[in-house]
Structures are given as structure tokens and as C-alpha cells.
């Protein structure tokens, strides 16, 4: 630094020329050259920096452009921690500062720094103060290390308090016993729990009676084998009840292997063992089977359901593949046992439905469901799997239910237009019969007959004529009450339970619609029916009224079944918010023949009538234009009501 303060251009300065600096400062610059802790000077009103080698290091970056510069300038990041120290000095008074803090930029951004130093004021002859005089050395690194040794000396003292209030309220109970198996330490937790001890082979007397011999025979084996020990087991505590706790041990073994002591825990599982107990009733009674199975489909799991859908007996399935459970979408691992096969299940999706194969080899209809979960590191699927099969008789059983009403509706709608042509026929018949008959009166009573074999024939065709004319009426009124006579079919039924059935059946394709549908079933609905017949009138109802709704902004179906008139009949009503009946057809609805439907034969309404009058009952329609349509009908209620199911 000698070189440096030489070469610096002075002459600009408070100080002036080299040459000309006045004795104090000239001494004091020749004093911190030559000694080798950091110094500096910082004279005049500017406190123009001079330094030696020694402080060079400590200005990082800001050396050498320090040299010369004012005080506050280099360090103006500390300019305000430092500047009423040094405007004291200037004012006549020396400082001294022990691991002073000021947070410093020296090249690699603001970094806290720590420095001892002492500040002393340099007089003039006449004693003014005219510069300050530092002597100083970085005590940062000594700083921080006592401040790193006081923090891991309070991390210590915290961390054994902390091991205090663990061994204190852990749930845990630790213990250790000797090599032979006898317990020498227990904490005094489990005192507390249960009033015993435990020392020795004491431990025992706190255990279930139906406990002990399993434990012992366990204990006794992890002795002698030196292998850890676990077992579940219950306590009886000092309340007098008792509680579930799982017991782990693990041996510490010498440089020879053998066990020199054994270290354990006691830890309540009370409540975790309850929540087991419930989950594996749950699983017991749902009626979906649920396999856990890892990402290559070996099963760690399997619930009762599942093991009686596929035929196998406890446990048989755990470790085994679900591809033999479900070979058509895992491949085959072959019948009989739950094979090894490694399959992945992570391509299966969310849920499917397929084929499952049973122990016997016998197939399954299931709905496969899949659900991912992760254990630990481990990725698990849950696989829920539901029987089918009575979902697909269900279906069956429909489809024929359907199929039968739709040969009723097909049978009924015969009937309706036989009975029609039967009233329309009837009338030009009887006269057909009529001028025949007259015809052969005439004949007959003729002044002139026809004579010989002519007469003879005429005469015999028109009785013959008369005759077919007759049967052909009497065929049509036979068909007629043939197609009106239910009588033999009906029996006692609940209205209720039809109504519900017809919903169900009415409603199938029409779920895209969005129909908002209300359903209110009273109490004492026995009538004596003919069920298809009057599941037909409900079907046909219910049909026209979701055709009804299907250009309408809101569906709104409301269908109500209850006692009307003292008991004395069942009332069905049928409200949809469709777009209501034209009053000149509302006239003729039940008219056969009638309809406002494209495609429609004007027959249903008519045979709903039918049916409906046969039966003793009304049926009527209300309705106005664009604000929906409701249709009732009553039946007759059932004298001998105790015999509905």
C-alpha cells in the first residue's frame, strides 16, 4: 500500500500534496503501513480513506478504489450504523466496539459481518480534530462459529427434552429383558395402564386369559430362535376394561451373534383394531365382493363376498393372480387354484363388465370396478366386483313382461276394432236378413211363383242366403263378447304395486329426455283386476304422456294412486306438463279411431275405455291447451281385501 498511497494523486484532496501533509497525519500513515492488524485513516471533513495491507482483504471488492475515497462512500451500505460512531470521534470522543454487527457488500452481496475495533480522534497542534484513527480485525468467522456452537448446544438441550416428554407421553411402552427372555426394565408407563409391574415373567398377569398361552408359546420362540416378535393382544387396564395392544421385540445381538438383549414396545391399537373388526364385518355383509391387488395383480386381500362369488374358501386367494379370477380381459392362469401368473392391471380402466371364472371352472357375469390407492411407495388397486346375475334375470324377465304386454296391446287393439266393426256391421246385417226374408215372403206369396225346378232353387238360395247372414252376425257378436270377457283372469292385486311396476316398465329408453317423474302411493289399494289389462291402460297413459312432453322445455310426470269416495274406489292420476289436447279432439279421445298422432290408429285411448268400463270404473281426461293434460280412471275397490299380497 506504501506504493499506492505514494502514486494517489493528493493534491485534489483535503490533505493536499504528500509533501505537505501535516505531521500528525504523515506519522499516524507511516504507523499503519508498518504494522501488520488492519488500520486506517479517515481524515479531514470528507474522512478520506487511508489503509494498509493488512485492511486491504477486508474491503473485498472495494479495494483498491477505496484508497482516497470518502469514509461513507465505500462503506455506504453501513452508513448507517457507522455514522454515529464516527461523528462522535469527530466531536472529540474515542469508542471502542467489541463483534460490532454491520451487514456489508464485499463483492458477493449483502453478508452479515462482525469486527472488534477501537475508533480514536486525531487532534491538530491546536487541538481540533482533524481525522480518525482505526485499529480493527473481522472476528466474523469466531461469531458465527460460537453462534453455531450455542445453536447445537440448544438444538442438544431441546432435543433431550424432547426424548424426555417422548419416554414421557409416549403411547409406546418401552421395556428390554435380558438374553433368557425375562423383562428387566419396563417404563413406568405401564404401571400406570395397568397396575402390574412386568418385571420378570409378571408381564403375563395384565394379558387376556385367552391371550396368554399364544403369547407365551411366541415369546418363548423368539427367545430361543433370536428372531424379532410381534403378536396382538389384549390388556386389561386399571379402569377394568380391556384394550387391544400390539407387542413388537427385536434382539440385539454381540460380535458372535448372540443375543445379548432385547429391546420392545407396547403400543395401544385399540381403536385401529375396532375400526378392522368393523371393516372386516362390513366386508363380510356388502353384497359386492372387493379384491386388493398390487400393479402385476397379485392379491393381497379378499373379502368373504368375493370368495364365495368365485367359489373359493378363506385366504385361498391372497397371493395368487386375478387373472384366474378374470381371464378374459388378464389372460388365462388355468382353473382350479389362484395361480402366480404376473399380469398388469394398471390397463384394466375404472370399470368394466366381464366374465369371471370360478374355482369349479364355471363362468360369472361380474361388474368390474377398480380403484387405485397408494401404500407407501407400493401402488394397490381395489377391485370391486358385482354379481350380475340376477341383474341380467331381471333384465329377462322384462324383456318378457314387455313382450307379453305388447301381444296384449296387440291382442286388445284385434279386440277394440272387432268390437267396433261388430257395431258398424251389425245394423246392414240385420237388413241383409231382413230383405231376404221379405224376398222369400214375396216368392212365397206370389200370385204367379215360379214354377217347377226354378222356383224351387231361387227359394232354397235366399233361405240359404238368409241363414249365412244370420251366423255372420252371431260369429261377430260372438266375437264381440269373447273380446269384452276378462272375468277369468282377474284377480285380487294391489293397484300400488302396479303403478310402480308400469313406471318402471313405461319410462325404459326414455332416461335421454330428462323427465322430472313424481310418484305418491296411499294406503289401501286392493282392487280385483286383471293385471296385464290394467298395466296396459297405465303403460298406454304414461306412453302418451312422455310423447306428449317431448318437444317441451320442462317434463314434469306426476302419478298418483290413492282411495277416493270413502274407500269405495281407487283413483289413478296421471299429470304431465305437455302441451294439453286440441279442444276439437278432446270431445272424441275416446272414440275409437281417433288420434293426434302421425302414425297413431286411434285405438288406445278406446281400449283403455274398454278395459277400464268392463271393470266397473271411469276413465276421463282434463286438459288445456299448452299447460298439460291429466288423465284418471277408477276401479272398483276389492271386498275381500285381506287376501292381497
Same mark, same amino acid.
Given at each position: 500500500?506504501?506504493?499506492?498511497?505514494?502514486?494517489?494523486?493528493?493534491?485534489?484532496?483535503?490533505?493536499?500534496?504528500?509533501?505537505?501533509?501535516?505531521?500528525?497525519?504523515?506519522?499516524?500513515?507511516?504507523?499503519?503501513?508498518?504494522?501488520?492488524?488492519?488500520?486506517?485513516?479517515?481524515?479531514?471533513?470528507?474522512?478520506?480513506?487511508?489503509?494498509?495491507?493488512?485492511?486491504?482483504?477486508?474491503?473485498?471488492?472495494?479495494?483498491?478504489?477505496?484508497?482516497?475515497?470518502?469514509?461513507?462512500?465505500?462503506?455506504?451500505?453501513?452508513?448507517?450504523?457507522?455514522?454515529?460512531?464516527?461523528?462522535?470521534?469527530?466531536?472529540?470522543?474515542?469508542?471502542?466496539?467489541?463483534?460490532?454487527?454491520?451487514?456489508?457488500?464485499?463483492?458477493?452481496?449483502?453478508?452479515?459481518?462482525?469486527?472488534?475495533?477501537?475508533?480514536?480522534?486525531?487532534?491538530?497542534?491546536?487541538?481540533?480534530?482533524?481525522?480518525?484513527?482505526?485499529?480493527?480485525?473481522?472476528?466474523?468467522?469466531?461469531?458465527?462459529?460460537?453462534?453455531?456452537?450455542?445453536?447445537?448446544?440448544?438444538?442438544?438441550?431441546?432435543?433431550?427434552?424432547?426424548?424426555?416428554?417422548?419416554?414421557?407421553?409416549?403411547?409406546?411402552?418401552?421395556?428390554?429383558?435380558?438374553?433368557?427372555?425375562?423383562?428387566?426394565?419396563?417404563?413406568?408407563?405401564?404401571?400406570?395402564?395397568?397396575?402390574?409391574?412386568?418385571?420378570?415373567?409378571?408381564?403375563?398377569?395384565?394379558?387376556?386369559?385367552?391371550?396368554?398361552?399364544?403369547?407365551?408359546?411366541?415369546?418363548?420362540?423368539?427367545?430361543?430362535?433370536?428372531?424379532?416378535?410381534?403378536?396382538?393382544?389384549?390388556?386389561?387396564?386399571?379402569?377394568?376394561?380391556?384394550?387391544?395392544?400390539?407387542?413388537?421385540?427385536?434382539?440385539?445381538?454381540?460380535?458372535?451373534?448372540?443375543?445379548?438383549?432385547?429391546?420392545?414396545?407396547?403400543?395401544?391399537?385399540?381403536?385401529?383394531?375396532?375400526?378392522?373388526?368393523?371393516?372386516?364385518?362390513?366386508?363380510?355383509?356388502?353384497?359386492?365382493?372387493?379384491?386388493?391387488?398390487?400393479?402385476?395383480?397379485?392379491?393381497?386381500?379378499?373379502?368373504?363376498?368375493?370368495?364365495?362369488?368365485?367359489?373359493?374358501?378363506?385366504?385361498?386367494?391372497?397371493?395368487?393372480?386375478?387373472?384366474?379370477?378374470?381371464?378374459?380381459?388378464?389372460?388365462?392362469?388355468?382353473?382350479?387354484?389362484?395361480?402366480?401368473?404376473?399380469?398388469?392391471?394398471?390397463?384394466?380402466?375404472?370399470?368394466?363388465?366381464?366374465?369371471?371364472?370360478?374355482?369349479?371352472?364355471?363362468?360369472?357375469?361380474?361388474?368390474?370396478?377398480?380403484?387405485?390407492?397408494?401404500?407407501?411407495?407400493?401402488?394397490?388397486?381395489?377391485?370391486?366386483?358385482?354379481?350380475?346375475?340376477?341383474?341380467?334375470?331381471?333384465?329377462?324377465?322384462?324383456?318378457?313382461?314387455?313382450?307379453?304386454?305388447?301381444?296384449?296391446?296387440?291382442?286388445?287393439?284385434?279386440?277394440?276394432?272387432?268390437?267396433?266393426?261388430?257395431?258398424?256391421?251389425?245394423?246392414?246385417?240385420?237388413?241383409?236378413?231382413?230383405?231376404?226374408?221379405?224376398?222369400?215372403?214375396?216368392?212365397?206369396?206370389?200370385?204367379?211363383? =215360379? $214354377?217347377?225346378? %226354378? #222356383?224351387?232353387?231361387?227359394?232354397? *238360395?235366399?233361405? +240359404?242366403?238368409?241363414?249365412?247372414?244370420?251366423?255372420? !252376425?252371431?260369429?261377430?257378436?260372438?266375437?264381440?263378447?269373447?273380446?269384452?270377457?276378462?272375468?277369468?283372469?282377474?284377480?285380487?292385486?294391489?293397484?300400488?304395486?302396479?303403478?310402480?311396476?308400469?313406471?318402471?316398465?313405461?319410462?325404459?329408453?326414455?332416461?335421454?329426455?330428462?323427465?322430472?317423474?313424481?310418484?305418491?302411493?296411499?294406503?289401501?289399494?286392493?282392487?280385483?283386476?286383471?293385471?296385464?289389462?290394467?298395466?296396459?291402460?297405465?303403460?298406454?297413459?304414461?306412453?302418451?304422456?312422455?310423447?306428449?312432453?317431448?318437444?317441451?322445455?320442462?317434463?314434469? =310426470? $306426476?302419478?298418483? %294412486? #290413492?282411495?277416493?269416495?270413502?274407500? *269405495?274406489?281407487? +283413483?289413478?292420476?296421471?299429470?304431465?306438463?305437455?302441451? !294439453?289436447?286440441?279442444?276439437?279432439?278432446?270431445?272424441?279421445?275416446?272414440?275409437?279411431?281417433?288420434?293426434?298422432?302421425?302414425?297413431?290408429?286411434?285405438?288406445?285411448?278406446?281400449?283403455?275405455?274398454?278395459?277400464?268400463?268392463?271393470?266397473?270404473?271411469?276413465?276421463?281426461?282434463?286438459?288445456?291447451?299448452?299447460?298439460?293434460?291429466?288423465?284418471?280412471?277408477?276401479?272398483?275397490?276389492?271386498?275381500?281385501?285381506?287376501?292381497?299380497?
Amino acid at each position: 500500500m506504501a506504493g499506492a498511497i505514494a502514486a494517489h494523486d493528493w493534491s485534489r484532496t483535503a490533505l493536499g500534496p504528500k509533501a505537505a501533509w501535516p505531521a500528525s497525519a504523515a506519522t499516524l500513515v507511516a504507523l499503519i503501513l508498518a504494522a501488520k492488524q488492519p488500520m486506517f485513516l479517515a481524515w479531514g471533513p470528507e474522512r478520506l480513506m487511508i489503509y494498509n495491507d493488512a485492511y486491504a482483504p477486508l474491503l473485498g471488492t472495494k479495494h483498491p478504489g477505496a484508497l482516497g475515497r470518502p469514509f461513507f462512500e465505500v462503506w455506504h451500505e453501513a452508513a448507517e450504523s457507522l455514522r454515529p460512531l464516527v461523528d462522535r470521534v469527530f466531536a472529540g470522543d474515542a469508542d471502542y466496539m467489541h463483534d460490532f454487527h454491520i451487514v456489508l457488500d464485499r463483492g458477493e452481496g449483502m453478508k452479515d459481518a462482525y469486527f472488534t475495533f477501537s475508533y480514536t480522534p486525531v487532534r491538530a497542534s491546536e487541538g481540533a480534530v482533524e481525522g480518525l484513527f482505526c485499529a480493527c480485525t473481522e472476528t466474523t468467522a469466531g461469531v458465527l462459529a460460537e453462534s453455531r456452537r450455542l445453536l447445537a448446544e440448544e438444538r442438544l438441550r431441546e432435543s433431550e427434552d424432547n426424548y424426555r416428554h417422548a419416554v414421557e407421553f409416549n403411547p409406546q411402552v418401552p421395556w428390554t429383558a435380558r438374553p433368557d427372555g425375562m423383562i428387566d426394565r419396563v417404563s413406568d408407563r405401564w404401571a400406570e395402564l395397568t397396575g402390574h409391574q412386568a418385571l420378570g415373567a409378571s408381564w403375563a398377569d395384565a394379558m387376556h386369559p385367552d391371550d396368554r398361552p399364544d403369547m407365551r408359546r411366541a415369546w418363548d420362540a423368539a427367545v430361543a430362535s433370536g428372531q424379532p416378535y410381534e403378536m396382538e393382544h389384549r390388556v386389561l387396564t386399571r379402569a377394568g376394561q380391556y384394550r387391544w395392544f400390539i407387542t413388537r421385540a427385536f434382539p440385539r445381538h454381540d460380535a458372535d451373534g448372540r443375543v445379548i438383549r432385547w429391546y420392545g414396545t407396547t403400543e395401544d391399537i385399540h381403536e385401529r383394531k375396532l375400526g378392522e373388526i368393523q371393516m372386516r364385518s362390513i366386508l363380510a355383509t356388502v353384497p359386492d365382493g372387493m379384491v386388493v391387488v398390487d400393479e402385476f395383480g397379485r392379491i393381497h386381500s379378499a373379502s368373504p363376498t368375493a370368495e364365495r362369488l368365485f367359489g373359493y374358501g378363506p385366504d385361498a386367494l391372497v397371493g395368487g393372480s386375478l387373472a384366474v379370477l378374470l381371464p378374459e380381459i388378464l389372460g388365462s392362469a388355468g382353473p382350479g387354484r389362484a395361480g402366480g401368473d404376473v399380469v398388469d392391471v394398471t390397463g384394466i380402466g375404472p370399470g368394466r363388465t366381464t366374465m369371471g371364472r370360478r374355482q369349479d371352472g364355471s363362468t360369472v357375469l361380474v361388474d368390474l370396478c377398480l380403484g387405485e390407492m397408494t401404500s407407501g411407495t407400493e401402488r394397490l388397486f381395489t377391485c370391486f366386483l358385482r354379481d350380475l346375475t340376477e341383474k341380467r334375470e331381471a333384465e329377462d324377465r322384462l324383456r318378457e313382461i314387455q313382450a307379453e304386454l305388447l301381444h296384449m296391446s296387440r291382442f286388445t287393439a284385434l279386440g277394440e276394432m272387432a268390437s267396433a266393426l261388430a257395431h258398424e256391421l251389425n245394423q246392414p246385417l240385420t237388413a241383409i236378413s231382413n230383405y231376404l226374408g221379405g224376398c222369400r215372403k214375396l216368392l212365397e206369396t206370389a200370385e204367379a211363383p =215360379l $214354377a217347377g225346378d %226354378a #222356383a224351387a232353387i231361387f227359394a232354397d *238360395a235366399i233361405g +240359404e242366403a238368409t241363414g249365412q247372414a244370420l251366423r255372420a !252376425g252371431e260369429i261377430i257378436r260372438s266375437l264381440r263378447a269373447f273380446v269384452s270377457r276378462a272375468d277369468g283372469r282377474r284377480q285380487a292385486t294391489n293397484l300400488g304395486d302396479l303403478v310402480r311396476e308400469s313406471c318402471g316398465l313405461a319410462l325404459v329408453g326414455s332416461t335421454h329426455l330428462g323427465i322430472s317423474l313424481t310418484v305418491a302411493i296411499g294406503a289401501d289399494l286392493a282392487v280385483h283386476v286383471d293385471r296385464v289389462q290394467i298395466q296396459q291402460v297405465i303403460l298406454n297413459l304414461l306412453r302418451n304422456a312422455t310423447e306428449a312432453m317431448a318437444d317441451r322445455p320442462l317434463r314434469t =310426470l $306426476a302419478i298418483t %294412486a #290413492a282411495s277416493v269416495q270413502d274407500g *269405495a274406489f281407487k +283413483e289413478v292420476v296421471i299429470e304431465d306438463s305437455g302441451g !294439453g289436447i286440441d279442444p276439437q279432439i278432446a270431445a272424441r279421445l275416446f272414440q275409437p279411431f281417433q288420434t293426434t298422432k302421425p302414425s297413431g290408429m286411434g285405438v288406445g285411448l278406446s281400449i283403455c275405455r274398454t278395459i277400464i268400463e268392463a271393470h266397473g270404473g271411469r276413465i276421463q281426461a282434463q286438459s288445456q291447451s299448452g299447460q298439460g293434460t291429466t288423465f284418471r280412471f277408477t276401479l272398483p275397490k276389492f271386498a275381500e281385501e285381506r287376501h292381497v299380497p
